[in-house]
């Protein structure tokens, strides 16, 4: 079975401080991802990355960076935290598109629920 | 991108059958269409993904018609414990991966 960890389930920091969220999977995955999950909103990609140090934008990228220097880990940084990053963060990982097999599918971490205050 | 369009909640009784309509009127010739099941407190779980016609696995059914601007997501006999928030979303591919974009979801009651 597939499994993703994040590092924290609860967390709650205050505005300007700078906080990691890490997320680590253990398939062996290429790809890895960072979510966040707002009421009425759904999921909003904020970063990807397809290798080791390799990252690309997701759509709502601002505010926030990523690093990736194993495979196995991605971290997600909130350089100074604001209010409206309050928010359930949620990390996925995935094969490449087309090596999957018959689906191409993301497996989610149980995700970290962020209040800043 | 395609953007997706599904029912805000729907109710069930257990055994019964359920079909969530989705539709996604833009959506492009190499996008997949895809479903996700998620619990409070945990993250989305992927039920179903089909490209045109019927794909069918162990937990659920998808019905795609020929022109794929909707799926129907078909759950045979649902239980209590099928009681969860259903995403319909198209992924798109990209150069190595795919992009993924959920909608509102439908959120499942099912009644005893």
């Known amino acids: 079975d597939v499994k993703v960890t994040q590092s924290s389930r609860y967390l709650v920091k205050r505005t300007g401080e700078k906080v990691f969220l890490e997320c680590v999977q253990d398939m062996d995955h290429e790809n890895m991802f960072w979510y966040r999950q707002d009421p009425g909103l759904g999921l909003r990609l904020i970063y990807f990355?397809?290798?080791?140090?390799?990252?690309e934008k997701g759509d709502i990228p601002e505010g926030y960076s990523v690093s990736r220097e194993k495979k196995e880990r991605f971290s997600l940084i909130l350089e100074s935290a604001s209010t409206n990053q309050t928010s359930m963060y949620l990390c996925?990982?995935?094969?490449?598109?087309?090596?999957?097999?018959?689906?191409?599918?993301?497996?989610f971490g149980p995700g970290t629920r962020l209040t800043v205050l | 991108l395609a953007k997706t369009t599904q029912p805000i909640s729907m109710d069930s009784y257990e055994g019964q059958e359920v079909n969530i309509t989705c539709s996604h009127n833009?959506?492009?010739?190499?996008?997949?269409i895809t479903w996700y099941q998620q619990f409070p407190s945990q993250g989305p779980r992927f039920i179903i993904q089909?490209?045109?016609t019927k794909v069918t696995n162990e937990v659920a059914s998808l019905f795609i018609p020929a022109d794929r601007k909707s799926s129907t997501l078909s759950l045979p006999r649902v239980s209590l414990s099928d009681t969860a928030v259903y995403y319909c979303l198209v992924a798109t591919p990209m150069d190595s991966s795919y992009k993924l974009i959920f909608g509102s979801g439908t959120r499942l009651l099912v009644r005893p």
């Open positions: 089909g490209y045109k």
């Open positions: 990355s397809y290798d080791v140090k390799m990252k």
């Open positions: 996925a990982s995935s094969f490449p598109y087309g090596l999957a097999g018959d689906t191409d599918t993301q497996y």
């Open positions: 833009n959506i492009a010739t190499n996008d997949y």
